[in-house]
């Protein structure tokens, strides 16, 4: 039982639980402002019936002609929340909205250890279009997959023919 | 600057931009919508300008209600209407803005209407917002039969949608009501889709049931993988809204509450989130249905003791369905009802689930947490529980040593480092809190959020480095606040998001209004100025490189914001036991109380400073011709500044007295910890500064009669009481060992208290200090001129002789207080003598809970612990040292 509501300034007071997972980034301030001050519609939070934010999803859309897509920039659900299909229902907002976007695809990096998220992504249809090298810096760096889903406006699904090698960081654009 | 830069060039657009978002930055509106208006005289064919003149209108608005519906809020709904009428509108920014135009006209029936008309076309990047923005106008218009169906139709399109559900269940009761209301036969709406009677929201929930089970059961594969709550939670809703309306029927509409409640365990009682679902429902059920239900879900578990065995889970599943039971009888309040050896039996059986159910977690990697860790936070409250029923601090220490080892099954588990957390402050050792608490990685917007985890103990126990630490890192955080929301306000011009422009403006006024931000500036400037001095010239160089100005306060009590985050503890404490919103608002009383305290406090110290060094930053000559000549005006104001902070002083502490009374109580679920005030006031702390405030006040009054050969005027306030006890025999009751005995052998305390109370003392000594070094620097002159004219005592007026005399024992009372205090604390703090005491907190007893602990483990808490006490000690006795110093050359 959810409500999926806008993500409002006043929930970075409460969103607390969901950020204090350890896999889940706590941003400054400009990067939420950011998202929330250029695409709004991206940034959704879902609210349990007790009014505890659940989880949220924070998004955009971007990228010249062809590649015009939507970017999942950050996707995260506390953990008492688990195992309710939150996560693809947010999801799934996502990419509505994309679709009337009239994107081409949808994208998302993840850790490639992060088999739950991953295998999470296959199930809700995406695919691994390239491995991003040393993506995530920390006291070990770890390689990203970049992963995606093709929308109806791809009709020919070119944008989730895999690309042919991994790539560094600083060749995404 | 941009403004001379258009008078120069009145026809560029680029300036105008910049002078827009200069005027966006500081946050005036109605320039704004002047050079927005410039900007689409120059260039009329963009769209966007015109609409940040409407904006920033709608935002004048916002700030001037009175005009609001008078003026703002039409001109801007013309000015839209306008472009309308001539085909010009564009984008969907440009739709929405005439929405809120609209709404905050309650002009609810014209907004519908351009949901209705073709402008609707232009709102895609929302896809839910019509349909919920359509059903909120028809709310708002109290349209209830529409908004019933309006509602129905959206559950039945997506049926776990919480607010839909709630807002449907309003609506059908308020046309419920309108009909017992209306007289027979004058209200006839039976034939519409609307549910009006209770029988057809029964009817309509459990259609929704059957739905949800029939697609799940039905279907291959099932449409949906997951149950969804929605509809169930909607029937226990539907109940609780009844029970509460005292409706006869409510326990039999829908069948009998405890079987529905037993249902919805069956279907999500293996979900995490189950708790804090059935935990709004828990009124429904009578005290024996609760614990009918509790025991007999335990039975069909499965799992209960046989013969004395423990019947362990065979699956992650039956676990949390029993950790869910467990967390329920909880929260019905049954752990509290519990004997001592109840309460430790039951702590025994969970701990030995805790460690059967660990291989479980086997191939979890380090950021998971253990399926089992729930098991481990219950069996700690249950621990503490005991601790506090017995008064035994052996309780927590066995807790702390529990906790420790949970997390190296599961490091990254934010409850357990919360609660152990709480249990080192309790037992007063901050320096494992704060490590704990760097391993959470707060950052940015958290350090107003979760400072508070432990901003009240870190000066409470005297660390006074990490302080300042703590207090840098959250200013560096605010201080850049105003900035980051102004460019983003920017941007959401430049985008047309203008719904988000007064969200922003709102955000950022909560957030400069942060009481954290307000404690922390508080707290900072009062370690500041006491700290580091030695000498009372060190104390003036430290205030004269401050910009303050005492006259003013700097917090705005009205307007304060408490953003502290509570809800991050999983609490399943009692709703009897613990109301958390009752406390979060005590809470916040209390911390503006003491901050009021400490706000003032700090104003009358730069005040005394001042006082006493009027010419402190000019030249030193302290001749005391000059001091006259340039006292004259800026003394005498100062005098008055002082005077009047120390009434606002003792007002407050007057206030906080009576506040004082109704102090909050710590449980552990709770982690808004109490301020200092309670021991504050136990000791007349804020008594004593008053009376040393008073002698630099006689002093200085009694100098300028002297200088000015007049008798002296009377003091213009009544002055304070001593305090019953001296300072010296406070510090001599604070002589304790750290760890106590009490009970015969049976009970150990931890003496935080005693802590507590030298933090306290030592720094209440090193503002007394300050004061007399100020008094100091008014009396030396005189000291002097009495020097020169010889021995001629006895001619000096009667009332300066009392001040010295008052002075001198003031000076001589503070210097022995400082060594006591030294003393009371360097002996029981000592390494062998801490490790001897803390060794007494080990259990020797036959439960489970008390053995194999691991030595290893259990050696390096005592360490953490006892290092965090000498901490403590090692900081004041640097404090305490310099303030020795600082006396000595205070003496005549």
């Given at each position: 039982?959810?409500?999926?509501?806008?993500?409002?300034?006043?929930?970075?007071?409460?969103?607390?639980?969901?950020?204090?997972?350890?896999?889940?980034?706590?941003?400054?301030?400009?990067?939420?402002?950011?998202?929330?001050?250029?695409?709004?519609?991206?940034?959704?939070?879902?609210?349990?019936?007790?009014?505890?934010?659940?989880?949220?999803?924070?998004?955009?859309?971007?990228?010249?002609?062809?590649?015009?897509?939507?970017?999942?920039?950050?996707?995260?659900?506390?953990?008492?929340?688990?195992?309710?299909?939150?996560?693809?229902?947010?999801?799934?907002?996502?990419?509505?909205?994309?679709?009337?976007?009239?994107?081409?695809?949808?994208?998302?990096?993840?850790?490639?250890?992060?088999?739950?998220?991953?295998?999470?992504?296959?199930?809700?249809?995406?695919?691994?279009?390239?491995?991003?090298?040393?993506?995530?810096?920390?006291?070990?760096?770890?390689?990203?997959?970049?992963?995606?889903?093709?929308?109806?406006?791809?009709?020919?699904?070119?944008?989730?023919?895999?690309?042919?090698?991994?790539?560094?960081?600083?060749?995404?654009? | 600057?941009?403004?001379?830069?258009?008078?120069?060039?009145?026809?560029?657009?680029?300036?105008?931009?910049?002078?827009?978002?200069?005027?966006?930055?500081?946050?005036?509106?109605?320039?704004?919508?002047?050079?927005?208006?410039?900007?689409?005289?120059?260039?009329?064919?963009?769209?966007?300008?015109?609409?940040?003149?409407?904006?920033?209108?709608?935002?004048?608005?916002?700030?001037?209600?009175?005009?609001?519906?008078?003026?703002?809020?039409?001109?801007?709904?013309?000015?839209?209407?306008?472009?309308?009428?001539?085909?010009?509108?564009?984008?969907?920014?440009?739709?929405?803005?005439?929405?809120?135009?609209?709404?905050?006209?309650?002009?609810?029936?014209?907004?519908?209407k351009v949901l209705k008309g073709p402008l609707s076309e232009k709102l895609v990047s929302e896809p839910d917002f019509p349909s919920f923005l359509e059903v909120e106008l028809l709310t708002k218009l109290e349209l209830w039969t529409t908004v019933n169906t309006a509602y129905k139709r959206l559950i039945e399109s997506n049926p776990d949608s919480w607010q839909c559900y709630k807002e449907y269940l309003r609506s059908s009761f308020i046309l419920i009501d309108a009909h017992s209301n209306a007289e027979e036969g004058v209200v006839n709406c039976s034939d519409t889709a609307a549910d009006d009677t209770v029988e057809r929201v029964v009817e309509f929930l459990s259609t929704m049931v059957r739905r949800d089970r029939d697609s799940r059961e039905s279907a291959t594969p099932p449409q949906l993988p997951y149950p969804i709550r929605g509809p169930y939670l909607g029937r226990l809703e539907l109940l609780r809204i009844l029970k509460d309306r005292n409706d006869v029927n409510w326990n039999k509409v829908l069948g009998n509450p405890l079987e529905l409640i037993c249902q919805y365990y069956d279907q999500f009682g293996d979900k995490p989130c189950c708790f804090s679902d059935l935990q709004l429902y828990a009124a429904l059920l009578s005290e024996s249905e609760k614990q009918q239900m509790i025991t007999e879900l335990l039975a069909k578990l499965g799992i209960q003791s046989q013969d004395g065995q423990i019947v362990m889970a065979t699956d992650i599943k039956v676990i949390q369905r029993h950790i869910l039971l467990i967390q329920l009888s909880r929260y019905y309040g049954?752990?509290?009802?519990?004997?001592?050896?109840?309460?430790?039996?039951?702590?025994?059986?969970?701990?030995?689930?805790?460690?059967?159910?660990?291989?479980?977690?086997?191939?979890?990697?380090?950021?998971?947490?253990?399926?089992?860790?729930?098991?481990?936070?219950?069996?700690?409250?249950?621990?503490?529980?005991?601790?506090?029923?017995?008064?035994?601090?052996?309780?927590?220490?066995?807790?702390?040593?529990?906790?420790?080892?949970?997390?190296?099954?599961?490091?990254?588990?934010?409850?357990?480092?919360?609660?152990?957390?709480?249990?080192?402050?309790?037992?007063?050792?901050?320096?494992?809190?704060?490590?704990?608490?760097?391993?959470?990685?707060?950052?940015?917007?958290?350090?107003?959020?979760?400072?508070?985890?432990?901003?009240?103990?870190?000066?409470?126990?005297?660390?006074?480095?990490?302080?300042?630490?703590?207090?840098?890192?959250?200013?560096?955080?605010?201080?850049?606040?105003?900035?980051?929301?102004?460019?983003?306000?920017?941007?959401?011009?430049?985008?047309?998001?203008?719904?988000?422009?007064?969200?922003?403006?709102?955000?950022?006024?909560?957030?400069?209004?942060?009481?954290?931000?307000?404690?922390?500036?508080?707290?900072?400037?009062?370690?500041?100025?006491?700290?580091?001095?030695?000498?009372?010239?060190?104390?003036?160089?430290?205030?004269?490189?401050?910009?303050?100005?005492?006259?003013?306060?700097?917090?705005?009590?009205?307007?304060?914001?408490?953003?502290?985050?509570?809800?991050?503890?999983?609490?399943?404490?009692?709703?009897?036991?613990?109301?958390?919103?009752?406390?979060?608002?005590?809470?916040?009383?209390?911390?503006?109380?003491?901050?009021?305290?400490?706000?003032?406090?700090?104003?009358?110290?730069?005040?005394?400073?001042?006082?006493?060094?009027?010419?402190?930053?000019?030249?030193?000559?302290?001749?005391?011709?000059?001091?006259?000549?340039?006292?004259?005006?800026?003394?005498?104001?100062?005098?008055?500044?002082?005077?009047?902070?120390?009434?606002?002083?003792?007002?407050?502490?007057?206030?906080?007295?009576?506040?004082?009374?109704?102090?909050?109580?710590?449980?552990?679920?709770?982690?808004?910890?109490?301020?200092?005030?309670?021991?504050?006031?136990?000791?007349?702390?804020?008594?004593?500064?008053?009376?040393?405030?008073?002698?630099?006040?006689?002093?200085?009054?009694?100098?300028?009669?002297?200088?000015?050969?007049?008798?002296?005027?009377?003091?213009?306030?009544?002055?304070?009481?001593?305090?019953?006890?001296?300072?010296?025999?406070?510090?001599?009751?604070?002589?304790?060992?750290?760890?106590?005995?009490?009970?015969?052998?049976?009970?150990?305390?931890?003496?935080?208290?005693?802590?507590?109370?030298?933090?306290?003392?030592?720094?209440?000594?090193?503002?007394?200090?300050?004061?007399?070094?100020?008094?100091?620097?008014?009396?030396?002159?005189?000291?002097?001129?009495?020097?020169?004219?010889?021995?001629?005592?006895?001619?000096?007026?009667?009332?300066?002789?009392?001040?010295?005399?008052?002075?001198?024992?003031?000076?001589?009372?503070?210097?022995?207080?400082?060594?006591?205090?030294?003393?009371?604390?360097?002996?029981?703090?000592?390494?062998?003598?801490?490790?001897?005491?803390?060794?007494?907190?080990?259990?020797?007893?036959?439960?489970?809970?008390?053995?194999?602990?691991?030595?290893?483990?259990?050696?390096?808490?005592?360490?953490?612990?006892?290092?965090?006490?000498?901490?403590?000690?090692?900081?004041?006795?640097?404090?305490?040292?310099?303030?020795?110093?600082?006396?000595?050359?205070?003496?005549?």
């Amino acid at each position: 039982m959810t409500t999926i509501r806008p993500f409002t300034c006043d929930d970075l007071f409460t969103f607390n639980n969901v950020n204090l997972d350890p896999l889940t980034e706590t941003y400054g301030l400009p990067f939420y402002l950011q998202y929330l001050a250029h695409w709004p519609e991206y940034f959704q939070a879902a609210e349990s019936p007790s009014g505890e934010i659940m989880g949220y999803i924070m998004g955009k859309a971007e990228g010249p002609a062809d590649n015009w897509h939507g970017h999942v920039t950050a996707l995260t659900v506390a953990p008492e929340y688990r195992r309710l299909g939150l996560a693809a229902k947010l999801m799934s907002s996502l990419e509505d909205i994309s679709e009337k976007k009239k994107c081409y695809f949808v994208d998302l990096f993840v850790r490639v250890s992060n088999r739950v998220a991953v295998d999470m992504y296959k199930r809700l249809g995406y695919i691994v279009y390239r491995r991003v090298l040393e993506y995530y810096s920390g006291d070990v760096d770890e390689d990203a997959f970049d992963m995606r889903k093709a929308l109806s406006h791809d009709t020919e699904k070119k944008s989730i023919v895999p690309f042919t090698r991994d790539v560094r960081p600083e060749e995404l654009e | 600057m941009y403004e001379n830069a258009y008078k120069k060039k009145p026809d560029s657009e680029e300036i105008l931009n910049a002078l827009f978002m200069a005027y966006v930055r500081i946050g005036n509106y109605k320039k704004q919508q002047q050079v927005a208006m410039a900007l689409h005289k120059l260039r009329p064919q963009k769209n966007p300008y015109y609409f940040w003149a409407v904006m920033s209108i709608v935002m004048q608005a916002y700030e001037n209600e009175n005009l609001a519906n008078s003026m703002f809020l039409p001109l801007a709904g013309k000015m839209v209407e306008k472009f309308i009428n001539e085909g010009r509108l564009e984008a969907e920014a440009e739709v929405r803005i005439y929405l809120i135009i609209l709404q905050s006209m309650a002009k609810f029936e014209e907004a519908l209407k351009v949901l209705k008309g073709p402008l609707s076309e232009k709102l895609v990047s929302e896809p839910d917002f019509p349909s919920f923005l359509e059903v909120e106008l028809l709310t708002k218009l109290e349209l209830w039969t529409t908004v019933n169906t309006a509602y129905k139709r959206l559950i039945e399109s997506n049926p776990d949608s919480w607010q839909c559900y709630k807002e449907y269940l309003r609506s059908s009761f308020i046309l419920i009501d309108a009909h017992s209301n209306a007289e027979e036969g004058v209200v006839n709406c039976s034939d519409t889709a609307a549910d009006d009677t209770v029988e057809r929201v029964v009817e309509f929930l459990s259609t929704m049931v059957r739905r949800d089970r029939d697609s799940r059961e039905s279907a291959t594969p099932p449409q949906l993988p997951y149950p969804i709550r929605g509809p169930y939670l909607g029937r226990l809703e539907l109940l609780r809204i009844l029970k509460d309306r005292n409706d006869v029927n409510w326990n039999k509409v829908l069948g009998n509450p405890l079987e529905l409640i037993c249902q919805y365990y069956d279907q999500f009682g293996d979900k995490p989130c189950c708790f804090s679902d059935l935990q709004l429902y828990a009124a429904l059920l009578s005290e024996s249905e609760k614990q009918q239900m509790i025991t007999e879900l335990l039975a069909k578990l499965g799992i209960q003791s046989q013969d004395g065995q423990i019947v362990m889970a065979t699956d992650i599943k039956v676990i949390q369905r029993h950790i869910l039971l467990i967390q329920l009888s909880r929260y019905y309040g049954f752990h509290r009802q519990m004997e001592t050896d109840k309460c430790l039996s039951l702590a025994e059986e969970l701990l030995r689930r805790y460690t059967d159910g660990l291989k479980f977690g086997e191939s979890l990697t380090s950021t998971d947490q253990q399926y089992v860790d729930s098991y481990m936070l219950l069996l700690i409250h249950l621990l503490h529980d005991v601790a506090v029923s017995t008064k035994n601090d052996q309780y927590i220490w066995h807790a702390l040593v529990l906790l420790e080892m949970s997390l190296t099954k599961s490091p990254t588990n934010s409850q357990l480092k919360l609660l152990a957390i709480q249990l080192y402050a309790q037992i007063g050792a901050f320096m494992p809190c704060y490590n704990l608490y760097e391993s959470l990685e707060i950052k940015h917007i958290q350090h107003d959020t979760l400072g508070y985890v432990v901003c009240n103990h870190v000066l409470r126990l005297g660390h006074l480095s990490v302080a300042h630490t703590i207090f840098d890192n959250t200013l560096r955080f605010f201080a850049s606040v105003h900035k980051d929301t102004s460019d983003y306000l920017i941007s959401c011009y430049k985008y047309g998001s203008f719904p988000k422009v007064q969200e922003f403006v709102q955000f950022r006024h909560r957030l400069q209004n942060s009481l954290q931000f307000a404690i922390c500036t508080a707290e900072k400037l009062l370690l500041d100025i006491i700290s580091n001095a030695s000498s009372h010239q060190m104390t003036v160089d430290i205030i004269n490189g401050m910009d303050i100005d005492p006259m003013t306060e700097q917090t705005d009590f009205k307007s304060l914001c408490d953003n502290r985050d509570d809800s991050i503890v999983f609490s399943c404490e009692p709703n009897k036991v613990v109301d958390k919103k009752e406390l979060k608002q005590k809470s916040f009383l209390e911390e503006k109380a003491w901050l009021h305290i400490r706000n003032l406090t700090a104003r009358c110290l730069v005040t005394a400073v001042r006082l006493g060094s009027p010419l402190a930053g000019g030249t030193t000559a302290p001749e005391s011709a000059a001091i006259r000549n340039g006292s004259d005006a800026k003394t005498v104001k100062l005098r008055d500044v002082l005077v009047r902070l120390r009434g606002e002083l003792a007002q407050c502490l007057t206030d906080s007295r009576q506040l004082n009374k109704a102090q909050m109580t710590n449980d552990l679920c709770l982690d808004l910890y109490r301020t200092r005030l309670s021991a504050f006031m136990r000791l007349d702390l804020g008594d004593r500064f008053l009376i040393v405030l008073d002698l630099l006040l006689s002093s200085e009054l009694h100098q300028n009669s002297q200088q000015d050969g007049q008798k002296a005027a009377s003091i213009s306030f009544s002055p304070a009481q001593k305090p019953a006890k001296s300072l010296s025999s406070l510090t001599q009751e604070n002589r304790k060992p750290m760890v106590m005995v009490c009970g015969g052998e049976e009970r150990r305390q931890i003496v935080v208290e005693m802590l507590e109370n030298s933090v306290l003392l030592a720094e209440h000594i090193s503002q007394v200090t300050i004061v007399l070094g100020a008094c100091h620097e008014i009396l030396k002159p005189i000291k002097a001129s009495l020097n020169k004219k010889g021995k001629k005592k006895k001619e000096m007026d009667p009332v300066m002789v009392s001040v010295f005399e008052s002075y001198d024992s003031f000076l001589s009372e503070t210097l022995s207080a400082v060594a006591d205090l030294q003393e009371a604390f360097s002996e029981p703090l000592t390494g062998d003598n801490l490790a001897f005491q803390l060794d007494a907190l080990k259990i020797e007893n036959s439960n489970l809970l008390f053995q194999h602990v691991d030595d290893t483990l259990e050696s390096s808490i005592r360490k953490k612990v006892t290092a965090s006490y000498q901490t403590t000690a090692a900081e004041i006795k640097t404090l305490l040292d310099r303030k020795l110093r600082y006396l000595e050359n205070l003496k005549f």
